[in-house]
C-alpha cells in the first residue's frame, strides 16, 4: 500500500437535530472509546491509503463541461472496487468504496470543485482536526456516525443503510475524506450535527466554537 502520514494535508485542499433537548458536546468528547486511545503512543501518527489488497478501480469516461472541465456523469462512471485503510498504533480501519461525487464551490451546489471517490461502509479514525480545522470553501453531502477516540482522534462509522457516504478528494499521494465540509451530517449518538459555512449546528443551536 502506498502510504502516507497525514500531517498537515487539510492544507491542500482547498449537521440538523433529532429531537434531543441536550446539546451535544463538539467535537465530540463522550469519552466511549478513551480505555482503547489510551494504548496509542503519545508520538504516534495516523497513516492512511487506499489498501494493497484492494485498490481502487473505475470504469467509464469523463466527458467535456459547459466550463471547460472533464467531469464524470453519473451512469457513465462507476467505482468499481477499493478500500481505505487508516491505522494509528494498533488500530487500523477500513472503509469500502462504492461510488462517486462531486464537491462544490457554493452551498447551491452550482459550481463544481472537484470530484471524488465516495466511501459508504466500513469505518475511519481519523485526526479531529479534520472536523474542527476544515478549510473553507468546500461543499458536500456527506453523512456519517462519529465518535471520539481520545482527544486526537474521531471513529468515522459508515453504514450504507443509513444512506452514510463520504467523499474523499486526492491530490498526488495525499487523501482527504471531506468530513468537514459544508454541508456535511455527522450523527452522534442518535444526535445530527450539520456543517454550516461558521462551524457546527445542533438544529438552531451552535455548538462548535
Known amino acids: ?115 471524488g471517490a465516495t466511501l459508504t461502509s466500513g469505518d475511519l479514525l481519523l485526526p479531529v482536526e479534520f472536523l474542527t480545522q476544515a478549510p473553507e470553501g468546500i461543499y458536500a453531502e456527506n453523512r456519517f456516525e462519529v465518535q471520539d477516540f481520545g482527544d486526537k482522534f474521531v471513529l468515522v462509522h459508515l453504514d450504507p443503510a443509513k444512506g452514510h457516504r463520504v467523499c474523499v478528494l486526492s491530490g498526488g499521494s495525499n487523501m482527504y475524506p471531506t468530513i468537514g465540509a459544508v454541508g456535511s451530517v455527522a450523527e452522534l449518538d442518535g444526535v445530527a450535527v450539520t456543517r454550516r459555512e461558521d462551524g457546527w449546528y445542533q438544529g438552531s443551536r451552535k455548538v462548535s466554537e
Open 1 to 115: 500500500m502506498k502510504n502516507f502520514i497525514w500531517a498537515g494535508v487539510l492544507a491542500v485542499f482547498l449537521v440538523g437535530c433529532s429531537g434531543q433537548p441536550e446539546t451535544v458536546s463538539w467535537p465530540p468528547a463522550t469519552g466511549v472509546n478513551d480505555e482503547l486511545a489510551a494504548r496509542i503512543p503519545e508520538d504516534a501518527q495516523l497513516i492512511g491509503g487506499i489498501a494493497e489488497d484492494d485498490p481502487l478501480s473505475q470504469e467509464g469516461m469523463s466527458v467535456l463541461g459547459a466550463d471547460g472541465n472533464f467531469w464524470p456523469q453519473k451512469g457513465e462512471m462507476r467505482i468499481t472496487g477499493g478500500s481505505m485503510r487508516t491505522q494509528v498504533g494498533e488500530f487500523e480501519k477500513r472503509a469500502k468504496f462504492t461510488d462517486w461525487d462531486f464537491v462544490y464551490k457554493d452551498k447551491n451546489q452550482t459550481e463544481k470543485l472537484a470530484w
